[in-house]
Each structure stands twice: as C-alpha cells, then as structure tokens.
C-alpha cells in the first residue's frame, strides 16, 4: 500500500538553530511529492512541488530535497514566524494526494 | 484572486440535523478537493471532482455523506443526518489543470456536532 511518514511528530528548536524535516515515502510509481505549511485556524499553504530524485527546491529559509525513498525540509536559521505544521503529501497519478499527519514545528526567541 | 471561498466558516448543530459546507474554488481551476481533518486520522480526502464531475468518491465516509457539483464555481458537501463523529475541520482545494497536482486549500468550515 502506498504511503507516507513523516517525522518527526513535533520539533522544538531555538532561533536560528538549522534542522530537517523527514517524510519517508513508498509509493509505486511517484508522480510528486508536496511539502505543504499550515498554521492553526488556517487551509495548507502550498510551498514546493518535487517530481524526481535529486531535485531540489528553495524558498528563503526553506529548502525541499528528493530521494529515492524520501524527501527533507532543511529550514536555516529559522525564525519564529516558521512556527507551523509541516505537511508532506504524494500523488501516484492523477490528482489525488495522499497526505502526511504532518510535523508541528515550534520556533522559539 | 479571491482564493478558495468556503462557508461557513464555523458550524454548530445538534446530532440529527443536515449540514450543507458550502465552497468556491478559484477561478479557472478545473478541479475541486473536499478533504476532512482532524486530531486522530489527520487529513483526508473525501471525494474530488474533474470538470464538475466525480471522480473518486472512495473517501467519503458513509451514505449520510453527499457532494455535488452543479457548476465550476459552486460545490456543497452534506452530511445528513451529522454525528458527533463527524465533528472536524472540513477543507475545500482546487488546482488548475496546467499547474502540476498543485492544490490550494480554503480557509476551511469548523463542524461541530453536538
């Protein structure tokens, strides 16, 4: 069965401290693979869409890689407006995305 | 543009009674998401459409629950009669059929079920 897991479940990390995100994937046929940010009380915002291995995608202090197997959210020098939930998601084909339960990331002065 | 326009915003109902979640997908897109969240199962897909018709239904829950689609810029989802179960964040998308599987979600209508 197609799916997707991400971890970890929650991250705490001080002002400026780099870290990554994992959303391990096994998925028959990948077609793309989405990181998506959600703040409380609001929809998913879309950040970045990787559709190979090697690719990789950058948006100010975050930046989206692809494996074989699994994809990283590398956030530098975070500040705490990067404070949200981190959702990976996988389409196999067509326009159905599967999503993961997310990271909660805590972005603290 | 306006977004992904979704009504209400916030639902309050006693078990029993119909619920109709209201959404606008952007203008363009072809195609539109209903998706449920909550704590335990997290995100969800119920039921999307291609050009006013549905494509995939194997999320929607069970027979109380209904989508349709009259136009491009219209859908409803109805649960009737609710539960207390089906107490979570309901969520539209859509996405435009030259933008990749890129979806934009609404702001998303908060059900409770008393």
């Known amino acids: 069965e197609d799916q997707v897991t991400q971890s970890p479940e929650a991250l705490r990390l001080q002002e400026g401290e780099s870290s990554s995100l994992n959303c391990s994937y096994t998925?028959?046929?990948?077609?793309?693979l989405f990181w998506y940010r959600q703040d409380p009380g609001k929809g998913p915002e879309f950040l970045f869409t990787?559709?190979?291995a090697g690719e990789e995608k950058e948006k100010e202090r975050l930046k989206a890689t692809l494996t074989k197997k699994e994809s990283f959210l590398h956030i530098t020098a975070p500040k705490p407006e990067d404070s949200a939930t981190y959702l990976c998601?996988?389409?196999?084909?067509?326009?159905?995305?599967?999503f993961g339960t997310g990271t909660q990331l805590k972005v603290e002065l | 543009d306006a977004g992904v326009i979704q009504s209400p915003r916030h639902e309050v109902t006693e078990m029993g009674q119909e619920v109709t979640l209201r959404c606008k997908p952007i203008?363009?897109?072809?195609?539109l998401f209903w998706y449920r969240q909550t704590m335990m199962r997290g995100l969800e897909l119920l039921i999307y459409?291609?050009?006013?018709?549905?494509?995939?239904d194997s999320g929607m829950p069970e027979d109380r629950f209904s989508a349709k689609m009259p136009n491009a810029s219209f859908s409803t989802l109805k649960i009737q009669p609710s539960e207390p179960r089906d107490s979570a964040v309901y969520f539209c998308?859509?996405?435009?059929?030259?933008?990749?599987?890129?979806?934009?979600f609404g702001p998303g209508t908060r059900l409770t079920v008393l």
């Open positions: 998601a996988f389409t196999g084909g067509g326009n159905k995305l599967t």
């Open positions: 998308a859509s996405s435009h059929p030259l933008a990749g599987y890129e979806q934009f």
């Open positions: 998925v028959s046929g990948l077609r793309g």
């Open positions: 990787l559709y190979s």
């Open positions: 203008s363009g897109h072809n195609s």
């Open positions: 459409f291609n050009n006013n018709v549905p494509i995939d």
